[in-house]
């Protein structure tokens, strides 16, 4: 099996992953709920875990991150307890449903909704941000790279306009965290959402968000802490404030593995190495009559996916025939990412995307492209 799906979730994964949760669940018990060996062991690894994120993403104090679920639980968190009703929040038309619906439930709060466009290879009509600000502009929602195009946000640029005038930037990390560098602070970043089961290589079930100094989020959910069990509202100290019930303690023994195989690895050395493949791919299907690839190619930093179609074929019979005659693993159709389809004018067909891991081959490149010149080479 040639894995090539890594933007929908790491399957290929340093062993040392697989190695920290099956010795997890033979050691670790409910971090935070007793004072015995199981508890405080958890404890102290889930904590553990915390500083390795925040050495990761330039997080000057590790309890500015909770762990969550994953990506979709920490947006949900951020946009529901931020975006209030009366207030207006931006967003773009590169997003993930799990940006758009949940601020389309606030704009059904009594929210407004600002999309800002995309052009036909995916690029956001950032020149549009000064003209659709509103006195009640809250929030600008976005994500740091496309899931379908693999294009960078400019986040440099949102950023200056953000704190321009004293907007939120709330980011979407899922495609990047773990394999493009990133730098709260530099970035002018104020919530980060990220999973863990992509870039970071951990188990699924495991993410986070990461919150700065000063920014108080009404949570998600409310229940068990394992402090202040008398009181009747739940604590508002970061991380505990969103922390609420039983941590996947299991999962975070396996980010935190995953964190230290990038720490030796090196997230610059791993995004090189999969932009080499992702790269080497482009380049050669590119070549081949009746294939079409999406987003803006040209972009120095890019996430490491290449999304096609060939010729007017469906995108998910494609991703079949990759599957039954050659054993390669892709997504295909509307990957949860509606408006950037309709951007692309691919609405209908859907595309096919292929998405590179670190530990893929330039042999495995080749022979997906030579998949893809066979199935090309039939229509």
């Known amino acids: 099996m040639i894995y090539m799906d890594s933007s929908a979730t790491s399957f290929l994964k340093p062993p040392q992953v697989e190695e920290a949760v099956c010795r997890a669940f033979h050691t670790m018990g409910n971090a935070g709920r007793g004072a015995h060996a199981a508890t405080l062991g958890a404890a102290r690894m889930i904590y553990d875990t915390r500083e390795k994120l925040a050495e990761l993403f330039h997080i000057r104090e590790p309890f500015r991150i909770a762990f969550t679920s ?5 947006l949900n968190i951020a946009i529901g307890g931020l975006v209030r009703p009366g207030d207006h929040a931006i967003t773009t038309a590169c997003e993930h449903n799990s940006v758009l619906r949940p601020l389309y439930v606030k704009e059904s709060q009594g929210a407004s909704l600002t999309i800002l466009d995309a052009d036909e290879k995916g690029r956001i009509a950032y020149e549009k941000l000064e003209q659709v600000r509103q006195e009640h502009t809250r929030a600008v929602v976005i994500t740091h790279a496309s899931n379908l195009t693999g294009n960078v946000t400019d986040l440099a640029r949102v950023s200056a306009f953000t704190r321009k005038y004293g907007i939120l930037l709330i980011v979407d990390a899922s495609q990047t965290a773990g394999s493009i560098p990133i730098d709260v602070e530099k970035m002018g970043v104020d ?11 951990g188990p699924q079930g495991t993410g986070g968000i990461y919150v700065r100094e000063g920014i108080s989020i009404t949570p998600l959910k409310v229940g068990g802490s394992g402090i202040h069990s008398f009181d009747k509202t739940h604590p508002a100290d970061m991380p505990t404030a969103l922390e609420a019930g039983t941590a996947n303690g299991h999962g975070i023994a396996g980010l935190n593995a995953a964190l230290d195989f990038l720490k030796e690895t090196g997230v610059e050395a791993v995004h090189q190495k999969e932009m080499e493949l992702a790269g080497r791919f482009a380049e050669n299907v590119g070549k081949i009559p009746g294939v079409t690839i999406y987003g803006d190619l040209s972009g120095k930093l890019r996430a490491p996916i290449v999304s096609l179609n060939i010729g007017e074929l469906d995108s998910a019979v494609v991703s079949d025939i990759l599957w039954d005659d050659y054993e390669i693993c892709v997504r295909a159709g509307a990957h949860c990412a509606p408006l ?17 891991s670190y530990f893929n081959t330039e042999e495995e490149v080749d022979t997906a492209v030579q998949a893809v010149r066979e199935i090309a080479e039939e229509q």
Request: charged share 10%; glycine share 12%; hydrophobic share 40%.
């Open 191 to 201: 919530v980060l959402c990220f999973t863990g089961h992509k870039g970071l290589m």
């Open 70 to 74: 994953n990506a979709t639980e920490s």
């Open 340 to 356: 950037m389809h309709q951007a692309l004018g691919t609405v209908e067909q859907g595309a096919v995307r292929f998405s590179f």
